[in-house]
């Protein structure tokens, strides 16, 4: 049985990665130092809590046991956050990975999965955005994932790790079982927000812009379900076992759906009318973001199980009417 070490298996995505992992019979610990996470996300396998600027931490955790691969899930992700305080983003998103892997190297742990971004690519010059894409970060956020990027290629040379960049368009939806969902402070993403508006925590959406070049005007995304995403990382894992290559993949649907339709779609799913303004728009924000997912498809056999937004939002309302009812 395969041991993996979840850093930020207290967020958003590693909490429903630790419970695909444990699900499929893998030994998991997970280490997060709560940050942004939760505690009572980690609903499998051993938690230790601590930060990853922790040289001492990290040893520790590394010569407790025998780990076949890292997932490292924990980064701060706010665009604008970035723009205003990009120290906190080299460090933490750059700087803490590099300690990272380099206890990695110091523990002959030679396998890692990265979560990187969609937005290591920048403004899109094709419509659907493959592998092959210019990469030109257009913010602090996703230059520190480019930069992680680069050292990965110069960790393999060096020093024999293998990697896995995963680049994810719009992470959405909810653990299908109802045990874990999205839950960030603040909240900035757009279902869990249209979802707020409906559970009654919420007055309004605001739509930031309507004069994109896109059919309705607002900006078009690629969601993709978490279930989905996590499931990747397993093939992911899986095939860095069977070839020891380093490589990426872009993660997505290829499907667009704008703000609208998400907006839409939450509607029709809850059955409530979720008042929508126009704001102005938010800086940074390319039009349209879809992936082209092929190289994932052929080379992992990766096949996403719940492509159509509306099984995304259902998932995401379940979680959302449980945390809005307090339990
Ligand atoms: N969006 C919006 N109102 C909000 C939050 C997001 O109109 O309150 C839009 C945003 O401009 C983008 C899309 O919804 O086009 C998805 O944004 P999100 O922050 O969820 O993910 P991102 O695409 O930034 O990773």
């Given at each position: 049985m395969a041991t993996v070490l979840v850093v930020g298996g207290a967020g958003y995505i590693g909490s429903h990665m630790v419970k695909l992992l444990a699900g499929r019979g893998y030994s998991v610990v997970t280490f997060d130092d709560l940050s942004t996470g939760y505690?009572?996300?980690?609903?499998r396998g051993e938690f230790v809590q601590g930060s990853l600027a922790d040289h001492a931490a990290l040893d520790t955790v590394f010569r407790s046991r025998r780990f076949d691969a890292v997932m490292h899930f924990a980064s701060f992700i706010q665009v604008g956050e970035s723009v205003m305080e990009p120290a906190k983003y080299y460090a933490n998103n750059f700087s803490n990975t590099l300690t990272l892997l380099d206890a990695m190297v110091a523990a002959g742990v030679g396998r890692f999965i990265f979560s990187s971004t969609?937005?290591?690519?920048?403004?899109?010059?094709?419509?659907l955005i493959a592998e092959s894409h210019p990469q030109r970060p257009l913010n602090p956020y996703g230059r520190s994932k480019w930069m992680v990027e680069q050292a990965l290629g110069d960790y393999d040379r060096a020093y024999g790790l293998k990697s896995v960049c995963l680049r994810y368009f719009n992470a959405a939806g909810a653990d299908p079982e109802g045990e874990l969902g999205e839950r960030h402070q603040p909240e900035t993403h757009l279902i869990p927000l249209v979802l707020q508006v409906a559970s009654g925590r919420r007055p309004e959406i605001g739509i930031?812009?309507?004069?994109?070049?896109?059919p309705d005007g607002t900006c078009v995304r690629d969601y993709i379900h978490i279930v989905d995403l996590c499931e990747a990382h397993l093939l992911a894992l899986d095939a860095l076992v069977m070839e020891e290559r380093s490589r990426a993949y872009n993660l997505g649907n290829g499907a667009g759906f704008s703000v609208r339709q998400v907006i839409d779609a939450a509607r029709k799913a809850t059955g409530c009318p979720i008042p929508a303004k126009v704001n102005p728009p938010r800086a940074g924000d390319p039009a349209r973001l879809v992936a082209d997912s092929a190289r994932a498809r052929a080379e992992l056999g990766w096949r996403p199980r719940y492509e159509d937004l509306e099984t995304i939002i259902a998932h995401a309302w379940a979680w959302e009417r449980k945390v809005a009812a307090g339990a």
């Open positions: 505690r009572d996300a980690v609903v969609a937005a290591i690519f920048g403004e899109p010059e094709t419509e930031y812009g309507d004069g994109y070049p896109t």
